[in-house]
Structures are given as structure tokens and as C-alpha cells.
């Protein structure tokens, strides 16, 4: 669902309960348009001039979303718990849920390995820049201790 205001498109907010009571097939679509990250590969990439660029901006990114995806987690454990409860009338419902609940632990594992792999990079680019700053300073007989 798309609102207009003030000349931008927003996206409405569903609750987690909307969310969560979507059937299966929609629930995954939502889970795949709202939480997925396309740029992952180039953000690994060192010969992209744009990676850094793309990282800064899932460091940005990544960490609200973790946090509605736990969220959506700790609801989806509730509602499957009342399925489980009401017995079975409710067995489809429960079943549905325990699919969603991995689908979910499936995502917040892929947002993790992504978080993993940003810091990686990170940290091997800034030990190659501090490389190259060494080599340079030799190049130009200066010392490392001019760099501090």
C-alpha cells in the first residue's frame, strides 16, 4: 500500500499482527521486498570504487531492520503459542506460524552473515590503506612515525 504525502510516496505501516497473519506466500514476499539487500556482493568487492559508499550505507540500514525482525520474531513466538493453545481448530494457523518463525530466523541469520562480511571488508580495507601509507612513507623516505 502507497500514500501520498506532501509530493513523496511512503509506504503504509502494516502491524505485526498484519504482517504476521498474512498467508505464508505473502509473508515471504513481504519478508523478500522489505528486508532484502542486493548490493551484498559488491559491498566485498575491494576493486568496486563504490563499496565503501554501499557499506556505509547497510551499516545505516542494517541495524533498524534487525530490530523489526526480532520484534517480528517475538510476536510470531506469542501468536504460534495461542494457535498451539486453541489446539485443533488452530493446528493449520500454529503450522503456518512455525514456517514464519523460520523464515524469520532464516533472514536475521543472512542479516547477521551480512553485518559479518561489512566488517570484514572494513577491516581489510583499512589494513590495506594502512599498508599503503607505510609503503609511501618508505617510497618517499619518510618514516611511519610521520603518520601518527
Known amino acids: ?16 499482527e498484519e504482517i504476521l497473519t498474512q498467508n505464508s ?3 515471504l514476499m513481504y519478508l523478500g521486498a522489505e528486508f532484502s539487500v542486493d548490493d551484498y556482493p559488491s559491498v ?29 520474531s517475538s510476536w510470531a513466538k506469542v501468536l504460534q503459542r ?13 503450522e503456518d506460524m512455525t514456517d514464519k518463525l523460520n523464515a524469520l530466523a532464516n533472514k536475521i541469520s ?3 552473515s551480512l553485518w ?7 577491516t581489510f580495507r583499512e589494513n590495506l590503506r594502512r599498508e599503503l601509507m607505510m609503503e609511501e612513507g618508505i617510497m618517499y623516505n619518510r618514516t611511519a612515525s610521520n603518520y601518527k
Open 1 to 16: 500500500m502507497i500514500l501520498q504525502t506532501k509530493g513523496r510516496k511512503q509506504k503504509a505501516m502494516l502491524s505485526y
Open 25 to 27: 506466500i505473502q509473508f
Open 44 to 72: 566485498l568487492d575491494p576493486e568496486d570504487p563504490e563499496a565503501l559508499d554501499i557499506a556505509n550505507r547497510l551499516v545505516l540500514e542494517i541495524p533498524p531492520k534487525m530490530a523489526m525482525l526480532y520484534d517480528l
Open 82 to 94: 495461542s494457535y498451539k493453545r486453541a489446539g485443533a481448530d488452530k493446528k493449520a494457523e500454529y
Open 110 to 112: 543472512a542479516y547477521k
Open 116 to 122: 559479518d562480511g561489512i566488517s570484514r571488508a572494513g
